[in-house]
T-cell receptor, first 117, second 116 residues
Framework: DVKVTQSSRYLVKRTGEKVFLECVQDMDHENMFWYRQDPGLGLRLIYFSYDVKMKEKGDIPEGYSVSREKKERFSLILESASTNQTSMYLC????????????????FGQGTRLTVV | AQTVTQSQPEMSVQEAETVTLSCTYDTSESDYYLFWYKQPPSRQMILVIRQEAYKQQNATENRFSVNFQKAAKSFSLKISDSQLGDAAMYFCAYRSYQGGSEKLVFGKGTKLTVNP
């Protein structure tokens, strides 16, 4: 069974803390994504990566960074957590080639609900 | 930049009835992929159905089908014989491919309630 695993389902952090959200996939996918989900705003792309050590900014990268040292792992980093980063964070992975992407779509983790207090 | 618009924040349907969720998108590409995802209360995103733009035939997956109108840039989802388990958030998504990298662009979602 294919799997995208996020390290925590729920996380509570203090303002100013450095926060790491970890995501691991076991499907040998090239593409990995981090989305933020807020009510009424849908899923917004923070960062994505199509290869090890490669990263690209999505639509809302401010306040975040990412790391992809190994193909299976994609980490989202909140350098100094703020209350407006309280949200649901979803990690996803997909194959890179067009046809494979079409057939499988993207696979998602179960999300991390982060609360910054 | 590609955008995806879901104009119905919430919809409701009676069990066993049919409901249609709307989605429009904006793109300058001629070939692309479109998807509908379901997110039940468990939060796990599940791929419901996919459509390739160059194929005129509408995709179907059991009780789920799409009405794909390429010229109008419309991609609606029809759920027939609705079941209680269909209650979820539904997201329309567009696969964007630019400069060698690809990503999924999502709409804001439609919350579907199924009434017994």
């Amino acid at each position: 069974d294919v799997k995208v695993t996020q390290s925590s389902r729920y996380l509570v952090k203090r303002t100013g803390e450095k926060v790491f959200l970890e995501c691991v996939q076991d499907m040998d996918h090239e593409n990995m994504f981090w989305y933020r989900q807020d009510p009424g705003l849908g899923l917004r792309l923070i960062y994505f990566s199509y290869d090890v050590k490669m990263k690209e900014k999505g639509d809302i990268p401010e306040g975040y960074s990412v790391s992809r040292e190994k193909k299976e792992r994609f980490s989202l980093i909140l350098e100094s957590a703020s209350t407006n980063q309280t949200s649901m964070y979803l990690c996803a992975s997909s194959p890179r080639t067009g046809v494979a992407f079409f057939i499988s779509g993207a696979f998602f983790g179960q999300g991390t609900r982060l609360t910054v207090v | 930049a590609q955008t995806v618009t879901q104009s119905q924040p919430e919809m409701s349907v009676q069990e066993a009835e049919t409901v249609t969720l709307s989605c429009t998108y904006d793109t300058s590409e001629s070939d692309y992929y479109l998807f509908w995802y379901k997110q039940p209360p468990s939060r796990q995103m599940i791929l419901v159905i996919r459509q390739e733009a160059y194929k005129q035939q509408n995709a179907t997956e059991n009780r789920f089908s799409v009405n794909f109108q390429k010229a109008a840039k419309s991609f609606s989802l029809k759920i027939s014989d609705s079941q209680l388990g269909d209650a979820a958030m539904y997201f329309c998504a567009y696969r964007s491919y630019q400069g060698g990298s690809e990503k999924l662009v999502f709409g804001k979602g439609t919350k579907l309630t199924v009434n017994p």
